[in-house]
Structures are given as structure tokens and as C-alpha cells.
């Protein structure tokens, strides 16, 4: 997920918050509230989301699957082992 389409999504999203609650309650501030926890509850999801993205790189790299060590090739260089 990239960040700009993140960014975009979340205040179209906050947004439509805002909007529903302001219809429900018919309060500027009520609104306001819920899109704001809208935007910190969004924020926290991407930050857990970033967060193991990560860490599921770093315990694959980390690990390496030994039936993918048979098919690698020894390093060579001008067609001579290295």
C-alpha cells in the first residue's frame, strides 16, 4: 500500500465519518469528534500494518527455506567459481 493512496483514502474516509455523524447528530462538534478518532484509529491500523510488513521481511530473510538453498547456484565471475 502506498502512502499517497493511504493518505487519500483515510481523509475521504474521515470525511464520510464526519458527514454521517454530522446527519445522525446534527452536532458541528459530535462530527468532528468521530472523524478525528476515525483519523487516529485509521493511523494506528497503518502504523500495526507498516509494523509487520516489516517484521515478516525481516523473519523471512532471516530464515532461509532450505529446499530454495538446492536450486541456488554457486557465485561466479567471468564463467569461473568464485
Not at 525481516?58 to 530454495?68: G, L, R, Y
Request: proline share 5%; no cysteine.
Amino acid at each position: 500500500m502506498y502512502l499517497p493512496q493511504f493518505v487519500v483514502g483515510m481523509f475521504v474516509t474521515s470525511a464520510i465519518v464526519a458527514v454521517w455523524t454530522y446527519a445522525v447528530t446534527g452536532s458541528v462538534w459530535i462530527a468532528l469528534g468521530w472523524a478525528i478518532i476515525d483519523l487516529v484509529v485509521l493511523q494506528v491500523g497503518y502504523f500495526v500494518f507498516v509494523i509487520r510488513l516489516v517484521y515478516k521481511g525481516a523473519t523471512a530473510d532471516a530464515e532461509p527455506d532450505s529446499a530454495s538453498l538446492s536450486h541456488v547456484s554457486p557465485p561466479q565471475r567471468d564463467g569461473k567459481l568464485l
